[in-house]
């Protein structure tokens, strides 16, 4: 997620817990009962009749992940209804039930079960369908979501997103073996009587080292483009998540296998990659993923377009140093509004290319027209009605 040390039935209840004023419009919090059993907090702006766009955020993220870009939705592109989830177990959504889900954390955050979340929000919010825009772990429930319920789903966009963490070195190493179930879980199980993960699941990584807002601050929640008060405010969100959250997710990233899924994907889809993301590389995160929806595509399921961000690669270091990375969205919110609103108005990104300014890493610049986009239109074009895509694509023609 950040720079690390080296290596359905309708929901029943809304109750408004806060709102706040940005560009003229109201950012409404509020939280909704889900028939899922989960008690979801969300953000919602923008245009109540407009076209809806649900934002998901990455690994111990919350809707606060979004809301620079969904501020920039609002204040420069009209016609959008928003909303940023916090995700089960993530800032002020509540966490699955402790008794089916302590001794295995996993069996409750399954990416299904994230996705079956989104859609009882959906059901609750009378979203018969939506943009999707998922970053990181969030762009794993997302793919869920359009393989698994494409007919609620208008348009894809993935953000530093991957197709198999079956050997991603940050999910397997970094996190699982050397934090997670590492020194957190040897810093508890010294307890006496202590069982792992049953007895952590309610506690938060402050239990198992009271010193973690630091340690977040050199390994984890980091990112040298970002605004240093968005760093700020989401450090400590971070160290209160519960480990029952950061178990169970990542066991299930470090499980994650959609190569084959994906050649079967019908939702035409955004990606959006940075140079400097040193969690989903080039090779192999990208080149898998492309790899199956070029399978997509050609199979005239669907059609993508890949976008890259920024100009210099990743460093010999391996950790972002001076361009965007993987959280591009903290990095350039404007940039990936404009080319949310772009993909939704037109299904193209623009043709602009943002990066971090070599003199001042956290000054981003655009240079006009210097984008690279890739990707393939498959057998056809996505329709585009009235400035809203349909997702639906027209038949193959018969050769």
């Given at each position: 997620m ?8 309708m ?12 560009s003229?419009r ?14 979801l ?16 955020h ?18 420069s ?18 966490m699955?039930e ?31 369908r939506a ?7 969030g ?33 397997h ?47 984890w ?33 470090a ?27 080039d ?16 199979a005239?399921?669907?059609s ?29 919110p ?46 056809a ?19």
């Open positions: 950040r720079s690390m040390h080296p290596l359905a039935s929901a029943v209840a809304v109750i408004l817990t806060g709102a706040c004023a940005t003229g109201a950012f409404e919090t509020r939280s909704a009962r889900l028939s899922t059993g989960v008690t907090r969300y953000v919602e702006a923008g245009d109540p009749d407009g076209a809806p766009v649900v934002f998901l990455g690994f111990t993220d919350t809707s606060r992940s979004f809301l620079q870009t969904m501020q920039a939705l609002v204040a592109h009209s016609g959008l209804r928003l909303f940023a989830l916090d995700a089960r177990g993530h800032g002020g959504s509540s699955p402790e008794a089916g889900c302590a001794s295995a954390p996993e069996r409750c955050f399954e990416f299904a079960d994230f996705a079956a979340d989104v859609i009882a929000f959906m059901d609750h919010a009378r979203l018969g943009h999707v825009v998922g970053h990181s772990m762009s794993a429930t997302a793919q869920e979501l359009a393989l698994s319920h494409p007919d609620r789903l208008l348009s894809l966009v993935l953000i530093a997103s991957f197709a198999s963490g079956l050997d991603n070195p940050v999910f190493g970094f996190l699982k073996a050397d934090t997670i179930e590492g020194a957190w879980k040897s810093a508890l199980v010294r307890r006496s009587g202590f069982r792992w993960p049953e007895d952590a699941y309610n506690l938060t990584p402050l239990d198992a080292d009271p010193g973690v807002e630091s340690w977040n601050a050199r390994n929640v980091v990112d040298p483009v970002a605004d240093p008060e968005l760093i700020d405010a989401v450090n400590p969100e971070t160290a209160h998540t519960r480990l029952g959250t950061w178990i169970g997710t990542i066991r299930n990233l499980a994650v296998d959609n190569r084959d899924r994906l050649t079967r994907l019908t939702v035409p889809t955004l990606v959006i990659w940075a140079t400097q993301d040193n969690v989903f590389l090779q192999p995160d990208q080149a898998r993923l492309r790899a199956s929806l070029d399978t997509a595509a050609s005239c399921r669907t993508y377009l890949f976008k890259t961000y920024g100009k210099r690669p990743l460093p010999a270091s391996g950790q972002q140093e001076d361009d965007l990375g993987h959280n591009v969205q903290w990095g350039a404007e940039a990936v509004a404009a080319d949310i609103a772009a993909f939704i108005e037109t299904g193209r990104p623009t043709a602009d290319l943002p990066y971090a300014d070599p003199n001042d890493v956290r000054r981003v610049r655009v240079e006009r027209g210097g984008a690279r986009i890739e990707g393939s239109n498959g057998c074009t996505p329709r585009w009605r009235d400035g809203r895509l349909d997702a639906r694509l027209p038949p193959k023609e018969a050769s």
